[in-house]
């Protein structure tokens, strides 16, 4: 049948010439911008994909920009300590000088004395103005705040780390479980009495005379004592010499000279030890115990072999704690404690040190430390919070240091300025290198700190993350991407249907003409 009110032919050319101008269109948008995905309608599914690893690619990229800005300023801070301890070196150098008094004349000293003051007014100087676009570095700033210390139970507490996750503090519990020990020995001095003793001699002196090999972590001294010489005097030789040797003696009770004497190591710890050899054949009633089981002194009974044995060497105990549920690392009166959430450093009062008796101490970290975001989400599992202490003078070298009038004081580097406790004009060389040694210690320690933060977790850090960033945007380019191979023949085929509509469309269009040969 021939009809002129509806082509239907022109129309079905009309529709694929729509549907081919569509594709051209489609595969011109895809190769000016390069793009497989140019809106929702063209993937909705690929769409939510790509846009969610594009928004991980960008986290990630940021994570290897802050990864690569904290180690910038690991550099800065550690490019500043480098200098602070080129200065205490220097120091250490200055005191073993001046403690060669012999060769040196008191105007040298005074000398050295001032180039002391000097360097470490400068070392509190750099303190004060290491900084980082504005971020001060090593004042303190970047430490952690503490709250409720008790100190008298904790001496020192120094927070390297710590994770605070989800919670405003952190709080440490710290419970002694093994008491930190002195190395020490027991001789008695019950002679006038005690059946051993034949003929019996006077109480608290010396049945004959006798030489002793003192011993300690310090060094060795021998000394001779005569027949007759009191145990206090025996006590107060050893002392003369105890910066030598690491050891000193005193009565087991003050109030009762057949007690007998204690000799003690200056320290605490496994790594101090009491030796006292009694050297010749002369003075063969001199002996010496130790405690069995590291027993307190209270006990002492030098008759029962449950208690005591005869030995002439005795080793210090470490503290042993546990710190919030988890064993700590003792070293003499310190704690460390290391976990993933915890890296913390105690040093413990020697009375709670030394009594086990379910007392806890107790503190909080309450803020501070400086917090690096090192992955693309924003959590705690991808953060990392280290703390960098003040290193000023009256921070820096803290020591326990043995008092000549008796006692201890925890001494810090301002103390070898002059006017100080420890300045060359008091003499004091053997606490002011104790105090330098522990300063450059702490440098060293805090350096290597941030140096394996730096190697081991920035740098691993960035790598870790550039290979993600090149998997994610394989992902993304996979999806999201247009083939221009692909794309290239689509479009001659798109091109080629639509001239091909064009002219069928045309051919469609003339078919309605044919009627007028009906008409004659």
């Given at each position: 049948m021939t009809r002129i009110n509806s082509n239907i032919a022109s129309l079905t050319a009309q529709a694929n010439l729509n549907r081919a101008n569509t594709d051209l269109n489609i595969r011109l948008q895809r190769l000016s911008t390069g793009l497989k995905i140019n809106r929702g309608a063209d993937d909705p599914a690929g769409l939510i994909t790509t846009e969610r690893l594009r928004a991980e690619l960008r986290g990630v990229e940021q994570s290897v920009r802050n990864s690569e800005r904290a180690s910038n300023v690991i550099a800065t801070t550690e490019g500043a300590l480098a200098e602070v301890s080129e200065l205490l070196n220097s120091i250490k150098a200055l005191v073993v000088e001046a403690a060669n008094a012999g060769a040196f004349s008191p105007e040298e000293v005074q000398a050295n004395q001032l180039q002391i003051d000097s360097a470490i007014d400068s070392i509190t100087r750099i303190s004060n103005t290491a900084s980082f676009a504005g971020l001060k570095l090593l004042d303190g700033g970047l430490g952690y705040t503490l709250s409720g210390v008790n100190s008298t139970q904790i001496i020192q507490a120094q927070v390297n780390a710590a994770n605070f996750l989800d919670r405003a503090t952190v709080d440490i519990d710290v419970e002694v479980v093994a008491s930190a020990q002195q190395a020490q020995l027991f001789t008695r001095g019950d002679y006038s009495s005690n059946p051993p003793f034949n003929p019996p001699g006077v109480d608290?002196?010396?049945?004959?005379?006798?030489?002793?090999?003192?011993?300690?972590?310090?060094?060795?001294?021998?000394?001779?004592?005569?027949?007759?010489?009191?145990?206090?005097?025996?006590?107060?030789?050893?002392?003369?010499?105890?910066?030598?040797?690491?050891?000193?003696?005193?009565?087991?009770?003050?109030?009762?000279?057949?007690?007998?004497?204690?000799?003690?190591?200056?320290?605490?710890?496994?790594?101090?030890?009491?030796?006292?050899?009694?050297?010749?054949?002369?003075?063969?009633?001199?002996?010496?115990?130790?405690?069995?089981?590291?027993?307190?002194?209270?006990?002492?009974?030098?008759?029962?072999?449950?208690?005591?044995?005869?030995?002439?060497?005795?080793?210090?105990?470490?503290?042993?704690?546990?710190?919030?549920?988890?064993?700590?690392?003792?070293?003499?009166?310190?704690?460390?404690?290391?976990?993933?959430?915890?890296?913390?450093?105690?040093?413990?009062?020697?009375?709670?040190?030394?009594?086990?008796?379910?007392?806890?101490?107790?503190?909080?970290?309450?803020?501070?430390?400086?917090?690096?975001?090192?992955?693309?989400?924003?959590?705690?599992?991808?953060?990392?919070?280290?703390?960098?202490?003040?290193?000023?003078?009256?921070?820096?070298?803290?020591?326990?240091?043995?008092?000549?009038?008796?006692?201890?004081?925890?001494?810090?580097?301002?103390?070898?300025?002059?006017?100080?406790?420890?300045?060359?004009?008091?003499?004091?060389?053997?606490?002011?290198?104790?105090?330098?040694?522990?300063?450059?210690?702490?440098?060293?320690?805090?350096?290597?700190?941030?140096?394996?933060?730096?190697?081991?977790?920035?740098?691993?850090?960035?790598?870790?993350?550039?290979?993600?960033?090149?998997?994610?945007?394989?992902?993304?380019?996979?999806?999201?991407?247009?083939?221009f191979a692909v794309e290239t023949s689509q479009l001659t085929r798109a091109q080629i249907l639509t001239q091909a509509g064009n002219s069928v469309l045309a051919l469609a269009n003339q078919q309605a003409q044919s009627v007028l040969q009906l008409l004659g």
């Open positions: 608290g002196q010396l049945l004959s005379s006798v030489t002793l090999e003192i011993a300690g972590n310090q060094g060795v001294q021998v000394l001779t004592f005569i027949s007759g010489a009191s145990l206090d005097d025996v006590a107060s030789a050893i002392n003369a010499v105890a910066g030598s040797t690491g050891v000193r003696a005193e009565r087991v009770s003050a109030a009762d000279i057949t007690s007998g004497l204690r000799f003690f190591s200056n320290e605490y710890g496994s790594e101090s030890f009491v030796s006292v050899q009694k050297l010749g054949n002369s003075g063969n009633f001199f002996d010496t115990v130790r405690l069995l089981n590291d027993g307190p002194a209270a006990v002492l009974d030098y008759t029962n072999p449950a208690i005591v044995e005869s030995a002439n060497r005795d080793d210090g105990l470490d503290v042993s704690a546990i710190v919030n549920g988890a064993l700590a690392s003792g070293r003499g009166l310190a704690l460390s404690i290391r976990t993933g959430v915890l890296d913390l450093e105690l040093l413990l009062e020697e009375a709670f040190a030394t009594t086990v008796n379910g007392t806890q101490s107790s503190f909080s970290i309450t803020g501070g430390g400086s917090l690096f975001q090192l992955g693309p989400q924003v959590n705690a599992a991808q953060q990392v919070n280290i703390g960098v202490q003040s290193i000023a003078d009256s921070r820096l070298g803290g020591t326990l240091v043995n008092l000549t009038a008796g006692g201890t004081e925890f001494q810090f580097l301002q103390s070898l300025k002059s006017g100080g406790p420890n300045s060359l004009k008091e003499r004091n060389f053997l606490a002011a290198s104790d105090i330098i040694d522990s300063s450059i210690d702490e440098i060293s320690t805090l350096r290597g700190r941030l140096g394996a933060f730096e190697r081991n977790t920035l740098q691993t850090n960035i790598r870790s993350q550039q290979t993600a960033i090149e998997n994610v945007t394989s992902a993304v380019s996979v999806i999201r991407d247009a083939d």
